[in-house]
T-cell receptor
């Protein structure tokens, strides 16, 4: 059973556009929601993370929006650049149970055209 | 810079041999580390939870006798693939939570294993 559902599977955006990736979860015990960026042949790199006590977090061109009642969260990449082309994974963790155990979405392959 | 280091980044071994992959937390201690496996164009699949000073916890379907995990110190966990076969070829990645409450979870760079 997929604990975290991610969409779309792939996304093509023009340079300068906004990339939006959505995730949904069921387990209300989740209290940590990170996004990871992965380039081919590399390990996932932490991009940005949010906790359920805030509805939005922004770091540079990357913003997480969090809707606790809907159990959804999304990643917005503003002014998308070709260098942002990578696979993005959302994840969730219940730090009260297994510290550091992450449940991953299936990933979104983002392509930004110049 | 990297906060979790993995070694080797790439390894090729012959079928039937064993290979060890190391995962180190840099400048922080990790009582728990995680080992994932990732196939091309797929998500990360958790294999096992490595616990310092005790036995690892394996996910359902993961052969504990094939994938030996040792967490001998607070900064080092090792994954040994025993009697490797070509189907074990994959990208293996470790992670470690950093911070008193698992504040941030960092991943290593991953290790490509090719069994020939």
């Amino acid at each position: 059973q997929q604990q975290v559902k991610q969409s779309p599977q792939s996304l093509i955006v023009q340079k300068g556009g906004i990339s939006i990736i959505n995730c949904a979860y069921e387990n209300t015990a989740f209290d940590y929601f990170p996004w990871y960026q992965q380039f081919p042949g590399k390990g996932p790199a932490l991009l940005i993370a949010i906790r359920p006590d805030v509805s939005e977090k922004k770091e540079g061109r990357f913003t997480i929006s969090f809707n606790k009642s809907a159990k959804q969260f999304s990643l917005h990449i503003m002014d998308s650049q070709p260098g942002d082309s990578a696979t993005y994974f959302c994840a969730a963790s219940d730090r009260g149970s297994t510290l550091g155990r992450l449940y991953f979405g299936r990933g979104t392959q983002l392509t930004v055209w110049p | 810079g990297a906060v979790v280091s993995q070694h080797p980044s790439r390894v090729i071994c012959k079928s039937g041999t064993s290979v060890k992959i190391e995962c180190r937390s840099l400048d922080f201690q990790a009582t728990t580390m995680f080992w994932y496996r990732q196939f091309p164009k797929q998500s990360l699949m958790l294999m096992a939870t490595s616990n310092e000073g005790s036995k690892a916890t394996y996910e359902q379907g993961v052969e504990k006798d094939k994938f030996l995990i040792n967490h001998a110190s607070l900064t080092l966990s090792t994954l040994t693939v025993t009697s490797a076969h070509p189907e074990d070829s994959s990208f293996y990645i470790c992670s470690a939570p950093r911070g008193g409450t698992g504040n941030t979870i960092y991943f290593g760079e991953g290790s490509w294993l090719t069994v020939v």
